[in-house]
């Protein structure tokens, strides 16, 4: 029984690591503005894509593909609160990445769109993930789909636990 619980400890540890390491890959600007810095062409991008943040540029995605967008959607889209998404909206807007509507009739309700500038960069950093999903989509197939059942039931179920 107890080599049996120190096999759980084993993989609970390899798996806590694994997706810590994910994690941190994930929030790394570095890795992204990097990616970004070579292949952007506009001088003003290029000055201006160090002082964007990870979830800057996933908030002007959700814009992009959601023109006319509400911050609190913006915020359940990218599971962050709506303070987070007013800082980034408002930095995006500073930047002239994004602009913001009202309607006549309720002044309350702020939409978002991206601007041509920051149309070109959500393109380019678009670019960035789905070069990333093509190499995870050819990890994937190397397993066969009732293993990778298991693996997404396991990781929705961890996720439902915190």
Known sequence: MTDMNDDFINIQSRIKKSILHILTS??????????L??????HQLKKMAPQLSVLSL???????????IKGIDIAHELNVTKGAISKVTRK????????????????????????????ELAELHDQLH?????????????????????????????????
Do not use: C
């Open 130 to 162: 789905k070069e990333l999903d093509k190499k995870s989509l050819e990890l994937l197939k190397s397993y066969d789909v009732p293993s990778l059942e298991i693996v997404a039931g396991f990781l929705e179920k961890l996720a439902q636990l915190r």
């Open 37 to 42: 810095m070579e292949r952007v062409t506009s």
């Open 58 to 68: 996933h908030t002007l995605d959700v814009i992009h593909q959601n023109e006319g």
């Open 26 to 35: 994930e929030s790394d600007d570095d890795s992204e503005k990097k990616w």
């Open 92 to 119: 995006l807007l500073d930047h002239g990445l994004i602009q913001k509507a009202q309607l006549p009739t309720n002044q309350k309700e702020v939409y978002f769109s991206v601007t041509p500038l920051g149309a």
